[in-house]
T-cell receptor, first 116, second 112 residues
Framework: KAGVTQTPRYLIKTRGQQVTLSCSPI?????VSWYQQTPGQGLQFLFE???????NKGNFPGRFSGRQFSNSRSEMNVSTLELGDSALYLC???????????????FGNGTRLTVT | SQQGEEDPQALSIQEGENATMNCSYK?????LQWYRQNSGRGLVHLIL?????REKHSGRLRVTLDTSKKSSSLLITASRAADTASYFC????????????FGSGTQLTVLP
């Protein structure tokens, strides 16, 4: 099975712009979660999507949004970029609801976003 | 916010030695998971231990869990240069299995 695929791998944007990141989960996985990783704050949960619906959201401003399509692919969008949004954005998939807690996440290699 | 701290923050050992990393957490948990991250890459799941388990093995990995102390440890035996990576513990939020709270991580360097 192919793993979780994230595109693009690297992105450089200017303050004030917006950006869209893409994630294709493992085939058959219906849940997609997004995480932000920075040197200062570490790994932080952004949101989770299942069946095209946002199930949970972390403590991030409304500039961070996402969506999921019927084929389980997901996108996240950050509007009005700030310097502090520079981070590695990781997407993770799992089979989804109906599966017990004891099912690990499968991560992609991330998108490295640099805001200048 | 971080669930807890990992100790040590950085660890440097020689190939063939054992490496032990510790993780503390703050709230009740359903399970605790360990992940590895090679530089600039995604996280790879290593092992999951349920709250009713005290010890679990997987190859050269041994994980212990002490729920009374809210702590876990990861032991890597006979380390190899390829084990050089950051290691994170993570716990799922109650009510949300896929919302993980990660520790701060331990950077392990295995010298050849």
């Amino acid at each position: 099975k192919a793993g979780v695929t994230q595109t693009p791998r690297y992105l450089i944007k200017t303050r004030g712009q917006q950006v869209t990141l893409s994630c294709s989960p493992i085939s058959g996985h219906r849940s997609v979660s997004w995480y932000q990783q920075t040197p200062g704050q570490g790994l932080q949960f952004l949101f989770e999507y299942f069946s095209e619906t946002q199930r949970n959201k972390g403590n991030f401003p409304g500039r961070f949004s996402g969506r999921q399509f019927s084929n389980s692919r997901s996108e996240m969008n950050v509007s009005t970029l700030e310097l502090g949004d520079s981070a590695l954005y990781l997407c993770a998939s799992s089979p989804g609801q109906g599966v017990t807690y004891n099912s690990p996440l499968h991560f992609g290699n991330g998108t490295r976003l640099t805001v200048t | 916010s971080q669930q807890g701290e990992e100790d040590p923050q950085a660890l440097s050992i020689q190939e063939g030695e054992n490496a032990t990393m510790n993780c503390s957490y703050k709230t009740s948990i359903n399970n605790l998971q360990w992940y590895r991250q090679n530089s600039g890459r995604g996280l790879v799941h290593l092992i999951l231990i349920r709250s009713n388990e005290r010890e679990k093995h997987s190859g050269r990995l041994r994980v212990t869990l002490d729920t009374s102390k809210k702590s876990s440890s990861l032991l890597i035996t006979a380390s190899r240069a390829a084990d050089t990576a950051s290691y994170f513990c993570a716990t799922p939020r109650v009510g949300s299995a896929r919302q993980l709270t990660f520790g701060s991580g331990t950077q392990l360097t295995v010298l050849p």
